[in-house]
């Protein structure tokens, strides 16, 4: 099922903020913590 051009837009919202949010964790668990939730969205968005 293809997500709506709304739902991609939103996810990729919520992706640049964290990666925004990944510059100021110094905190190694925060970082690898939003790249994975980074890493799950795109997936999400790229699936067909």
Known sequence: ???SPEVKENLQKRIEEL???MQY???DLDYE???HQVRE???LINRK
Do not use: E, W
Request: no cysteine; net charge positive.
């Open 33 to 35: 913590t939003h790249l």
């Open 25 to 27: 964790d110094a905190n």
């Open 19 to 21: 990666k925004k949010r």
């Open 1 to 3: 099922m293809a997500l």
């Open 41 to 43: 969205l795109q997936r």
